[in-house]
């Protein structure tokens, strides 16, 4: 049986981790960024919250915080939610063209809300982490994979992030080995072989 493209986390269906990087993770958590075949991992406020700890992006305290405090106020963490999608869609345009200055304008709005709370975490590498949870910061999450993207657009590997050509996909990874073209060959890359035997095998009845 093919591997799925998705994961459980807490008995939330999430996305499969292909993209070696916290905000590029973010962006694959929709499907069909073409147009086609549209789909959104991102079904509830629970869902953000899981995978923004999972990818070290929160403490897990933080986590749980969050979700209790987004139980108490369905509206705001459905707001907070939904800027996570807009930011998602900003962070996917910058990395993709880190020379638009439309979209690096449009995260650097985004950044500013994180500006207060962000940690340098110790480690080989150090890393940046959005602190400051109370029940009030719904948005911390957003914030936290907003920074992290802020940071991989200041650094060269960016220039290695490629988005998969896969009907219906879209997903955004590092290209580290400069030979990638699929967010998997299992999935995409599969799929678009089996396609061209298809017309290979039509074009010669």
């Known amino acids: ?59 897990e305290h933080d986590v749980t915080r969050l979700r209790r405090a987004a139980s108490r106020q369905p509206d705001v963490a459905e707001a907070a939610l939904e800027r996570t999608r807009t930011v998602r869609a900003v962070i996917r345009s910058a ?11 449009e ?17 080989r590498p150090a890393r940046w982490r959005v602190e400051g949870i109370t029940t009030e910061h719904l948005d911390r999450p957003a914030d936290a994979f907003a920074w992290t993207a802020a940071d991989l657009l200041t650094r060269p590997e960016v ?7 896969g009907l219906g996909c879209g997903w955004v990874f590092l290209d580290v080995s400069g030979r990638r073209r699929w967010c998997s060959m299992r999935w ?10 298809a017309e290979r095998h039509r074009a010669t009845r």
């Open 1 to 59: 049986m093919a591997e799925q493209h998705w994961r459980t986390l807490e008995g939330l269906v999430l996305p499969q981790p292909v993209a070696r990087h916290p905000a590029l993770e973010l962006v694959n958590t929709f499907s069909g960024w073409d147009g086609a075949h549209a789909s959104d991992y991102l079904v509830s406020y629970d869902h953000l919250a899981v995978l923004a700890g999972d990818l070290g992006l929160l403490p």
């Open 95 to 105: 990395v993709l063209d880190p020379a638009d200055p439309e979209a690096v304008a």
């Open 107 to 123: 995260l650097a709005v985004a950044v500013r809300s994180a500006a207060t709370t962000v940690e340098l975490v110790a480690g």
């Open 159 to 165: 220039t290695g992030v490629r988005a998969c050509p």
């Open 188 to 197: 995409c890359g599969n799929r678009a072989k089996v396609r061209a035997h």
